[in-house]
């Protein structure tokens, strides 16, 4: 089957995204988000930590995204050649992390930089949204929800986590959002009037 372009009409096309992958079971989720988004008529830039490596492959990602994937701050260590998290932070119309793991919620909120994509997310200048990913009792703890508080405080998007079953068997909040609908809500924001606008 041969894939239909994207609508000209539709919010996302023409937008650059980052994507950020952090290390949660959710990762695996990450590859049909990359391809709905670029479906979609996004540009996708994938950045991935180390942690998210041990759940989904570069390999993948940068398959779906046609971009190679970033996982840290060296592309040449020989030259010395590096990624610039300024220039990707100022590249980006929006900055989407799913999955948010705890550990990243926490360094976002934070502002700690132990990596690529907390450097970046340090440096954007466009609108962030963030989809947690992590078992109930994490999702639940008062040291989460005071990261998100805060990064919400900070005027990121945070979406919240629906109910269902999660990798430990537990049930209840923790799931990242499905990939449709992340999509979906990317599309409502840059279809709204204070999203039309690139707001970098």
């Known amino acids: ?28 989720k990450s590859a049909a988000l990359t391809r709905l988004l670029v479906q979609a008529g996004a540009e996708v830039q994938v950045i991935l930590t180390e942690a998210a490596a041990a759940f989904v492959t570069p390999l993948t990602l940068g398959t779906l995204s046609k971009k190679p994937v970033l996982t840290g701050f060296l592309r040449d260590a020989a030259s010395g050649q590096w990624y610039n998290h300024v220039e990707l932070g100022l590249w980006a119309d929006a900055l989407l992390v799913a999955p948010a793991s705890a550990n990243t919620l926490g360094q976002l ?41 805060r990064l919400r405080s900070f005027g ?17 909040p923790g799931r990242m959002l499905e990939p449709e609908q992340i999509v979906a809500e990317l599309a409502t924001f840059f279809g709204s009037p204070s999203g039309a606008v690139r707001n970098c």
């Open 1 to 28: 089957m041969v894939p239909q372009p994207p609508s000209p009409l539709s919010p996302l096309a023409g937008r650059r995204l980052l994507l950020g992958v952090s290390g949660s079971i959710a990762a695996y």
């Open 109 to 149: 909120a934070n502002g700690l930089c132990p990596n690529l994509l907390s450097a970046v997310y340090l440096s954007a200048r466009c609108p962030v949204f963030l989809a947690p990913a992590m078992d109930l009792d994490m999702y639940a703890h008062p040291a989460v929800t005071q990261n998100l508080q």
């Open 156 to 172: 990121n998007h945070v979406f919240d986590s629906p109910s269902g079953e999660l990798a430990s068997g537990l049930v209840g």
